[in-house]
C-alpha cells in the first residue's frame, strides 16, 4: 500500500501535503502558469459586478477549477544517485467533466491520437533499426492553452482554491479556449 502511495505521489501532491518549506517554489509555479494562460488569452477575468450577473443567470456554465501540483524531478536522480532539486509544476485545470456541452453533443470531443501499441512498435523500430543517432524529443510548453478559441456560448471557471495572482477572489473568468480539464481540448490543439 506505501508503494502505491508513493507512487501516486509521484503524479500529484496534493497541496496540503507539500511540506512547508516548499511552498514557495508552488506559488512561483502557480504564478508561471497564470502567466501562460495569460500568454495565450485562454481566460479573462470578469469584473466582480459581471461575475455575480454570471452566477446568477448561468451557474450551470461555470466550471471549478482546481491546480494539479507535481515534482518534475520526483523520482529521478543525478549522476552520483542523490534526487535531483525539487521542480515544482502547477496545472490549472477546470472540472470539464461538468461541461454542459458535453452531454448535448455541441463539443466535438474526438481527436487523432495514437494508439499505445502503435507507439511501442514505433518505439521497437527505432532501436532495432538503429535509428538512435536521429532520435529527437520534445515538448510543446502550454499546448491545449494554445488550442483553437472556442464556439458558441461562453463557458466560464471559478477560480482553484489557491486562488488566481492578483485577481479579488469573487471574480469568475471567461474560458476564451478549451484549456486544460475540458473535453474538447485535445481536438481544439489538433485543429
Known amino acids: 500500500f506505501r508503494r502505491v502511495l508513493f507512487r501516486s505521489l509521484d503524479k500529484e501532491i496534493p497541496f496540503h501535503l507539500i511540506p512547508h518549506d516548499q511552498k514557495g517554489l508552488y506559488h512561483e509555479a502557480i504564478g508561471k502558469e497564470w ?25 450551470e456554465r461555470i466550471l471549478r477549477s482546481r491546480y494539479v501540483f507535481r515534482n518534475k524531478n520526483a523520482g529521478l536522480l543525478d549522476a552520483s544517485g542523490n534526487p535531483l532539486p525539487i521542480k515544482a509544476k502547477a496545472r490549472l485545470c477546470v472540472q470539464g467533466q461538468h461541461d ?3 452531454a448535448s453533443g455541441e463539443i466535438k470531443v474526438d481527436s487523432p491520437t495514437v494508439q499505445h501499441t502503435t507507439l511501442m512498435l514505433f518505439l521497437h523500430c527505432v532501436v532495432s533499426f ?8 520534445g515538448d510543446i510548453s502550454s499546448a491545449f492553452l494554445q488550442g483553437k478559441k472556442s464556439e458558441g456560448e461562453p463557458l466560464f471557471m471559478f477560480q482553484p482554491k489557491q486562488g488566481i ?19 474538447d481540448a485535445p481536438r481544439a490543439w489538433y485543429e
Open 35 to 59: 502567466g501562460s494562460w495569460m500568454q495565450y488569452e485562454a481566460a479573462e477575468p470578469l469584473s466582480v459586478e459581471e461575475s455575480e450577473k454570471i452566477r446568477k443567470e448561468k451557474p
Open 130 to 137: 538503429g535509428w538512435l543517432d536521429n532520435w529527437k524529443s
Open 165 to 183: 495572482p492578483g485577481v479579488d477572489s469573487r471574480q469568475v473568468f471567461k474560458l476564451n479556449r478549451p484549456v486544460y480539464g475540458r473535453p
Open 100 to 102: 454542459p456541452d458535453c
